[in-house]
Nanobody, 126 residues
């Protein structure tokens, strides 16, 4: 059974940090790109970051560049999203997803993703 389980969300003050984890199982982790998406109330889902299979490529949406860092631990089949200098506008449910795309490639186009986690809430207070 394929599973993606997010953890690490919570309530933090503006300027604070959180580290989200996405633990994967049930598929060959090394062959998949992992993406992080978020959805705030009343807003469309937004692609935040991704890391390619082989961890050779990463991508960040402009609003999080310089503040968020995505990394992968293949031995643990886990991807992390380190979020620093958090802002109230980062408040959302964060989802991780897995995409069996081309080796060394990733994108934050949601339709390219095959498996999704249940999400973890991140709330940033001002």
């Amino acid at each position: 059974e394929v599973q993606l389980v997010e953890s690490g969300g919570g309530l933090v003050q503006a300027g604070g940090s959180l580290r989200l984890s996405c633990a994967a199982s049930g598929f060959t982790f090394d062959d998949y790109a992992i993406g992080w998406f978020r959805q705030a109330p009343g807003k469309e889902r937004e692609g935040v970051s991704c890391i390619s299979s082989g961890a050779g490529s990463t991508y960040y949406t402009d609003s999080v560049k310089g503040r968020f860092t995505i990394t992968s631990d293949n031995a643990k089949s886990t991807v992390y999203l380190q979020m620093n200098s958090l802002k109230p506008e980062d408040t959302a449910v964060y989802y991780c997803a897995a995409s069996r795309g081309a080796w060394g490639y990733c994108s934050t186009t949601a339709v390219e993703y095959d498996y999704w986690g249940q999400g973890t809430q991140v709330t940033v207070s001002s």
